[in-house]
């Protein structure tokens, strides 16, 4: 069992920053692929970004290539994603996601990954 814990999420205006973390409670954590989704009031659960189990590969969506950063720390069992240039777009609950794989390729499909955490409030003002 993998328990995920999101945190960093706040109210921050147009153009700012935000660093989220996600600290997992598993040994085995350098084992697991990682992904953040978001999700919009009204709108279906968005893939973000996604982190290959060394760090070596990483993806994005198109709407956050330039300005989202993914990296993970397999020492501290956390993902990060640095956000940079936030827009109000970019409103939504953030979750972080874990699929058990050291596959390079890596999914941007929810139901790929086995591990959720409770999400956490991204606001960011025009």
């Given at each position: 069992q993998v328990q995920l814990a999101e945190?960093?999420?706040g109210l921050v205006q147009a153009g700012g920053s935000l660093r989220l973390s996600c600290a997992a409670s598993v040994r085995t954590f350098s084992s697991y692929a990682m992904a953040w989704f978001r999700q919009a009031p009204g709108k279906e659960r968005e893939f973000v970004a996604a982190i290959s189990w060394n760090g070596g590969s990483t993806t994005y969506v198109d709407s956050v290539k330039g300005r989202f950063t993914i990296s993970r720390d397999n020492v501290r069992n956390t993902v990060y994603l640095q956000m940079n240039s936030l827009m109000p777009e970019d409103t939504a609950v953030y979750y972080c996601a874990a699929n058990r794989t050291t596959l390079t390729?890596?999914?941007?499909?929810?139901?790929?990954?086995?591990?959720?955490g409770q999400g956490t409030q991204v606001t960011v003002s025009s």
């Open positions: 945190s960093g999420g390729h890596l999914s941007d499909y929810a139901a790929a990954y086995d591990y959720w």
